[in-house]
């Protein structure tokens, strides 16, 4: 390896601006980013944001899949595309066969899908499997940038990451797309349901908004990400996200619909003395 001779970019799928810039409707990510709550949007320029947001959350941001949107439509020709990327990442598994068996690869693979917006356990990924072998695979698959972490932070302070634990970690799939076919969602739901309640269900809402953060950082450098979390006797609590903003931390709870409690947020805020927290939902 060329050191200090080479320098690395990371890429991912589009996210959802670049979805939108490829599908020709850059007119809508000016309304987007200038609308706010004193200004939002013409409610029928918020509906139309909506459908391609769910239309999104099925079809994620691989170009491949993105191409066959633009030229046919057709969602169901999407989700084919997307079981042929699936096919292809886990007959590449296979290669890693001197360390782990590629079927192992692809069960903790899934595994992840099903976990994910959740604390991995990683004693619960596979029956047939011990931990030194689960730990192994998902360290491939972090390296690979198949999945991403995000990683308990004490947030008492900037930076995020000098006070973590790796014992308690999500990892998210790289694209929604994906990850909602390997957990088995039932698209029609998602078109459907106006409430999104099948979106909470699947947490991909909430892992839409990691991998925008992810997407939206410096490609020169790897990107992490952080939640906050509390189990107790009293109760749990958990923030989806921690961000360094301004050299101080932004809390960030994401809806899948335009109501719910935001009891952990205003926890955290409390408990860490913030100002300041984000919520993300449908409202407009």
Known sequence: FG?????????????????????????????????????PLAEAIHNKLINYFKTFLIIGGMPEVVKSYIETHDLLKCQQKITDIILTYTDDFSKYKKRVQGSNISKIFRSVAKFSGQKFIYSQASESMNLRHVKEIIDLLLMAGLIIPVTHSSGNGVPLGAETNEKFRK?????????????????????????????????????FAGLELIKYGSCYQRQELYYWLREDKIGNAEVDYL??????????????????????????????????????????
Not at 184 to 193: C, H, K, R, T
């Open 3 to 39: 050191v200090g001779r080479i320098r690395s970019i990371f890429m991912y799928p589009f996210s959802f601006d670049e979805f939108l810039s490829a599908i020709g409707e850059s007119i809508l990510i000016e309304h987007k980013q200038t609308s706010n709550g004193q200004s």
């Open 171 to 207: 990892f998210l799939i790289f694209d929604n797309g994906i990850a909602q076919q390997l957990a088995g969602l039932n698209i029609a739901d998602i078109i459907i349901g106006s409430d999104f309640e099948s979106v909470n269900k699947g947490y991909i809402a909430e892992l």
């Open 243 to 284: 961000i360094e903003y301004n050299f101080n931390i932004l809390p960030i709870e994401v809806k899948s619909s335009t109501k719910g409690s935001m009891q952990s947020l205003y926890y955290f805020l409390e408990k860490k003395k913030i100002s300041k927290g984000l919520r993300c939902s449908l409202e407009n």
